[in-house]
């Protein structure tokens, strides 16, 4: 990549992963208003009908998760944006080779290469591992 290029280059990645981390900071702060409320139902504050409290309770339980995954979106957006003033943005965290730019596209803030990625979520999620586990066996099957 050549320098001019490159310069236009991370003024774009930089103002899609700012407005990605806007649009993340937005969602997580309704996300907090939601809980808010929620404990007050929970600790007696508001009345509600049992049926409403149960279905909250559970939306709760998704807006937890949400958190959980939005939280991680965020530091992995700061971490792209970071790594793009460090002049290191593209660079996979694991291996240290290029991320490819198609990948890029559709995942500013991609950590990692596909490879290293996929390693990783054989590791962590146990639905995925398990898949994984099954396509492994079946390739040894079939070879
Ligand atoms: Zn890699």
Request: aromatic share 2%; proline share 4%.
């Amino acid at each position: 990549m050549s320098h001019r290029t490159s310069a236009r280059y991370t003024a774009l990645i930089r103002a899609r992963l700012e407005e990605e981390r806007d649009r993340l900071l937005a969602e997580a702060e309704q996300l907090s208003h939601r809980a808010s409320s929620c404990e007050q139902i929970a600790s007696g504050e508001r009345e509600t009908h049992p049926a409403d409290a149960a279905s909250e309770r559970a939306e709760r339980e998704i807006d937890v998760a949400r958190r959980g995954s939005l939280e991680t979106r965020v530091s992995d957006v700061e971490a792209a944006l970071s790594k793009l003033e460090a002049g290191q943005y593209g660079q996979c965290e694991d291996c240290g080779r290029p991320i490819p730019v198609a990948r890029l596209r559709a995942l500013p803030w991609a950590r990692r290469c596909i490879d290293c990625e996929s390693r990783r979520a054989v590791h962590q999620p146990p639905e995925l591992g398990a898949i994984h586990a099954q396509d492994r066996g079946f390739h040894r099957l079939s070879a």
